[in-house]
């Protein structure tokens, strides 16, 4: 086996239980660090349920990424385009975002919309300015063709995965491995990272568990700067100079019935 993110070789890691019942092997990348699981035949159990049921910090998440995602939006790109929440669960971020303002749109292969219906991500919407893609990406089975097909959309994706610490935990002392909901197949280290920005020729910007992939030059101190203050700069700056889309929302979905 090789690594799926810079093709080099790959030993076998650590073992561990997967939702309880699955011996499963982990191997780790001697170049980039990543590490990645055996081939995931548990997946179709693990996605009954699409939100795992430990997954308590959902909403609050998503009140502080869209304050997040915000503020790059805003500041680093064209605030007035067209965005696209992939993998974006039941739709919160996509709901909140459009309540600021921003015109987003909801994709998910596997959950149900339950907050942003009507406002599902079709082919036909072109010219979309930023993919945010959170807490999805250590879900992907083949990464790299789950990224390089974001990257036909746009250029600039904002995503989140936790970084996997420098003292490297086996499975049992880390609670990103996810054991009990078996959804996370792939872990990341800033230098796998690093690999995909080089392989799609993009820029790499990160803080903590927040990473902008993007063609545009962006500063990373600046950057740093948004993304650590946003909570503030979100509803001082931000909202206050956007429309929000909740009135006319309500009225685009009643003008279709």
Known sequence: MTCKICSSRINLFQRAIILNKYNVDYFKCDRCGFI?????????????????????????????????TAVIIYFFFNKNAIFLDFAGGYGILTRLMRDIGFDFYWYDLYSKNLFARG????????????ITAFECIEHFVEPLIEIEKMTKITKSILFTTELIPASNPKPEEWWYYGLEHGQHVCLYTKKSLEYIAQKFKLQLLSYGSIHLLTDKYIN??????????????????????????????????????
């Open 220 to 257: 990373q101190n600046y950057f740093t700067l948004l993304i650590k203050f946003a909570k503030y700069i979100a509803p001082v700056i931000v909202s206050r100079n956007m429309k929000s889309k909740i009135h006319s929302d309500m009225e685009l979905i009643r003008s279709r019935k």
């Open 36 to 68: 990645q699981t055996e081939k995931p035949y548990w997946i179709n159990e693990a996605y009954q349920n699409s939100i795992n049921i430990s997954d308590t910090g959902i909403i609050t998440r998503n009140i502080c990424l869209s304050k997040q």
């Open 119 to 130: 406002f599902e991500y079709a082919e036909s919407i072109k010219d979309i300015e930023l």
